[in-house]
């Protein structure tokens, strides 16, 4: 084969055209760091053990593919209704002008390119820190690649009650846009926080967050990603829970060519909370929609409670993904690990792999994990259009009453209700066609 | 009101004949009650009416007022005034029970061509219903049938039945399971939509529901067919010398 060249390094066509961002020495350092990681690794490749069933093709590639911006008509924006701090980014840009002053009490909350240009403490601890620690025992590259190249993003340092949510809303506005992002959470001791995230953020978008709640602190984290069809994201949250602390994260997912979710938190204090959730909801219908929730929970303290609660609703070949992992390190006595994932399938074209996996190496520890695959339930639908329920009406019923447990996760009522009335409308549109 | 001709009806998965030509009319107003041995075809018979899947009508008809309900799905049937009290009634969990009944309404107003019932309007009208039934507010809010007993399951199929207001109800073995207090609260709720012009069709084993609700006729099923049809007096009989008599009828 007279053009047996190596093949192009993929790796090298990836980054050949994004640059390191100028910050303080701490942090360029940060950013050396993670790219030799990022080398060392190479970009994933269907073999590798997670990557079996999420092809990364168009996360690998050079360019990103287009994605039309989707018109969402007259509808109100997700969490309009809600009392917030908004912090917008256009395509991955921040965009000062729509977005509210940076300030708020019981907060600092900054422009992550300041925060890295400076020398703060907490940010050095925390940036590419988390990240790195997420590394092992399984290779994340895309976060790598995002600590080294993160253009924007917030850093957001909680030291009280803050009086509202964050609010970060993603605008998506080019077809070939390509954003990375990185956010950085510290929730001090005792400090409370809710951040919100909403919205397609671009064509291909990366984002990296990285959440340090200290002992006795909360962070609520609701998210709701956009609807843009072609719209393709991988997400990473790196997460370190503090003694006695709660660290609460749910995702709504509707549409989107590929998305991959990926969660890693580490438990690391006693009496530790930690809850990962998401409803994802696709028709391939409307394009193809290939959806990948990927966690993985480490209890590396004593007395400690993870859940994680993922629920999938899939039609006309909409594919889903569930890898999820709970790790009970040697010493994390009285664990009590919980993990659910579960699919309904409205068609036979549409396809749930799931990959459970429980590894224990305390004895004192109550862990249980459950994956299903179902159907609508018959009987019940008979029942329902029995008493004058159109067949299409009463699915979506049934539909609702099977991701309940997820959407229930989020503490907040008024935030489930946004949630839940999101979900509601989406099925509408599917019904009226 | 309702009128079955001559209905046979199969298993769709299995050449199984299950009804073998039932023949029955309904008036306004009227109670009609069937009674026949286990497995005889009583709920078959209520299933194929109301268009649970799974059955194939090889023959005959079925009408009510005069359309055909074979033709209609299950939730046209309703619309058009159908109503089955479940013999096993179904759990719905995550499915809140005022959710069902509002959805249920309001599916059915529309398929009319009536306006939706107001929130406020329905809530006042469950709160009344459910008091005649002496159902808490607490079962309403739970999820359809999950964690019920058997009689509150019963109680609330009756109290769906009650918000509906059908014009043709069949009630398929509500009395099982009732207690004697609760089949009182069950006959007052069926009196009074008999009052209003309904239609019944009440399938027990008991004669005990009968003596609430006094029946116009009485129809034994046996083998998938009506081997006899009188009055309330064939309940009693029944009651004291079992099925044997009339089964002997059926070859
Ligand atoms: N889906 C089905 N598959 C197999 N057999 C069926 C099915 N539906 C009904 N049958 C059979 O048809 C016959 C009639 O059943 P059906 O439930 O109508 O009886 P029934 O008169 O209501 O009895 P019971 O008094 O015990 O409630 C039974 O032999 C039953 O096993
Ligand atoms: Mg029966």
Sequence with gaps: ?433 | MLDIRNLHVKLEEEDKAILKGVDLSVGAGEVHAIMGPNGSGKSTLSYVLSGREGYEVTDGSATLDGADLLDMEPEERAAAGLFLAFQYPVEIPGVGNMTFLRTALNAQRRARGEDEISAGDFLKLVREKAKALKIDAEMLKRPVNVGFSGGEKKRNEILQMAMLEPKMCILDETDSGLDVDAMKLVADGVNALRDAGRGFLVITHYQRLLDHIRPDVVHIMAAGRIVKTGGPDLALEVEQNGYAAFEGEVA
């Excluded at chain 1, 998210?223 to 003694?243: L, M, S, Y």
């Design chain 1, 1 to 433: 084969m007279a053009l047996a060249q190596a093949k192009p390094a993929p790796l090298a066509a990836r980054i050949e055209g994004l640059s390191v961002p100028a910050g303080a020495g701490w942090a360029a350092a940060a950013r050396a760091d993670a790219l030799a990681r990022l080398e060392a690794m190479g970009l994933p490749g269907r073999r590798d053990e997670y990557w079996r069933f999420t092809a990364p093709d168009v996360l690998n590639a050079p360019e990103p593919a287009r994605a039309a911006v989707l018109d969402t008509g007259d509808e109100e924006p997700i969490f309009d209704a809600v009392d917030r701090l908004k912090v917008v980014f256009v395509d991955g840009v921040f965009d000062a002008e729509a977005s509210d002053t940076l300030e708020m009490a019981g907060l600092e909350i900054e422009r992550l390119g300041d925060a890295l240009a400076r020398d703060i403490t907490w940010a050095r601890d925390l940036y590419g820190v988390l990240e790195a620690r997420g590394q092992d025992p399984v290779k994340r590259p895309h976060a790598a690649l995002n600590t080294a190249f993160a253009t924007d993003g917030v850093a957001i340092r909680a030291t009280g009650r803050a009086e509202k949510p964050v609010s970060l809303i993603y605008l998506h506005e080019s077809d070939s846009s390509d954003a990375i992002l990185h956010h950085l959470v510290r929730v001090e001791e005792g400090a409370e926080l809710t951040l919100l995230e909403s919205g397609p953020a671009a064509a291909r978008f990366n984002k990296a967050m990285e959440v340090d709640v200290a002992a006795g602190g909360a962070f609520h984290h609701v998210r709701a990603q956009g609807r843009d069809h072609e719209r393709r994201a991988i997400t990473h949250a790196f997460a370190r829970v503090g003694r006695g602390a709660l660290y609460k994260s749910f995702t709504l997912t509707a549409n989107g060519a590929l998305t991959r979710n990926e969660h890693v938190v580490e438990i690391a204090g006693d009496e530790a909370s930690a809850h990962v959730a998401g409803a994802a909801l696709g028709d391939g219908h409307s394009g193809p929609f290939h959806h990948d929730d990927t966690v993985f929970i480490t209890h590396d303290a004593v007395a400690c409670e993870s859940r994680q609660v993922f629920k999938k609703v899939l039609r006309n070949g909409a594919e889903g993904v569930f890898q999820g992992k709970i790790l009970v390190k040697p010493g994390a006595q009285k664990t009590d690990g919980y993990q659910l994932s579960q699919a309904l399938l409205l068609d036979e074209d549409s396809s749930f792999q799931a990959k459970p996996e429980l590894e224990i190496y305390a004895d004192d520890v109550q862990c249980s994990h459950g994956s299903t695959t179902g159907a609508i339930d018959e009987t019940a639908l008979f029942y329902l259009r029995s008493r004058g329920v159109p067949t299409a009406e009463a699915t979506d019923l049934l539909v609702l009453a099977f991701v309940a447990e997820a959407i229930d996760e989020i503490a907040d009522e008024t935030l489930r209700e946004e949630v839940m009335s999101r979900l509601t409308a989406w099925l509408e549109r599917r019904r009226r066609g």
